[in-house]
């Protein structure tokens, strides 16, 4: 497709550059249930497919918006290593989704 792809051997993790896009990558399964469970051998628990993330001025406000709609919020605020607020949830079809808040530095 002739896209830019930044990876790191052995990190199951990509970037790629997608014009008009801020952030797309590809995330291995066992990767995602790291971060999102805490533990990578549950990666039962990440549909195979996708997971989409969305960017927001406030996790917290919006994980409380879901939540009001009854919707499974599998992994509360959390501050990433490098300064992301992250929060995981399944959309009512089942993709595992995202919200993340963005540090001021970015």
Not at 78 to 101: D, H, I, M, N
């Amino acid at each position: 497709m002739g896209l830019e792809v930044e990876h790191e051997a052995g990190s199951g993790y990509a970037l790629v550059k997608v014009g008009g896009t801020l952030h797309f990558a590809i995330w291995e399964r066992g990767n995602a249930a790291g971060a999102t469970f805490g533990d990578r051998s549950q990666k039962e628990k990440i549909p195979v497919g996708f997971s989409i993330g969305f960017e927001v001025d406030s996790v917290e406000g919006a994980v409380r918006e879901i939540e009001a709609r009854g919707w499974s919020v599998v992994q509360s605020r959390k501050e990433e290593a490098w300064g992301q607020v992250t929060s995981r949830f399944y959309s009512p079809s089942g993709a595992l989704c995202e919200f993340s808040e963005m540090p001021k530095a970015w």
